[in-house]
């Protein structure tokens, strides 16, 4: 099976495609880009799981679509988590429950223009590939969404650990196998660290510091880049 390449969209694209889709999804554009649910855990969130004051979405279940039509289910690990949210998106779901969402805690926060669970089929044809040929990003998936926010959370220095519970993974094997490249090496930060630890034994030690004969000795040594 041919696995495709991962892509990853910088923010300022992602506002791009936000601003591009039809009203009012591009607040599941968000949702998915920073939340990094995934689209069966987006389509199937509940009014009454937006926990908004706290800044949280707690996503219990997920929205397939099977030969028998669709279901809600658990999620793909079988795992409840909770999901804490960026300030703006939280004021955007908020604006966006004020305007769509009724007062039914049950009601679905991204139904169909028609009311109606969401089908990915649908949501594909009618409005995600035009906001994407619109935003330039011809190619995009709705799943990349999610490694954006994989990629994002990433630039800004999370925990491993950290980017499995937002992402909801069911190991942390799983978020490093698919996303340790984007992780930055420790190796030239820990062998500087190794470096001082010596340097300050040998100090301590009245020990004269060889840093300035070991530069003359390197110099001749021949480089095999």
């Known amino acids: 099976m041919q696995v495709r390449e991962m892509r990853f969209l910088t923010s300022e694209e992602v506002e791009t495609l936000a601003a591009s889709i039809r009203e009012p999804y591009g607040v599941l554009v968000h949702t998915l880009a920073y939340g990094g649910l995934r689209w069966g855990e ?45 300030g703006f998106l939280r004021n955007l779901l908020a604006e966006h429950l004020a305007a769509h969402g009724g007062v039914d805690p049950d009601a679905l926060v991204f139904p169909s223009p028609a009311g109606a669970p969401m089908r990915r089929g649908n949501f594909h044809r009618r409005l995600w590939r035009p906001a994407v040929e619109a935003a330039g990003l011809e190619g995009l998936r709705v799943h990349d969404l999610r490694h954006t926010c994989a990629a994002l959370l990433i ?6 650990k950290a980017v499995q519970a937002h992402l909801g993974h069911s190991s942390i094997q799983v978020t490093m196998e698919r996303y340790g490249h984007l992780f930055p090496s420790d190796a030239e930060d820990l062998a500087d660290r190794l470096d001082a630890t010596r340097r300050r034994t040998v100090a301590d ?7 300035s004969e070991v530069a003359g000795l390197l110099a001749t040594v021949p480089s095999l880049a």
């Open 42 to 86: 987006a389509v199937a969130l509940r009014r009454g799981r937006c926990e908004l004051l706290r800044s949280r979405l707690h996503v219990v279940e997920a929205l397939s679509e099977t030969s028998k039509g669709l279901v809600f289910g658990p999620t793909k690990t079988s795992q409840r988590r909770t999901v804490v949210i960026p």
């Open 155 to 160: 630039a800004e220095n999370a925990h491993p």
């Open 205 to 211: 030690a009245g020990r004269t510091d060889e840093a």
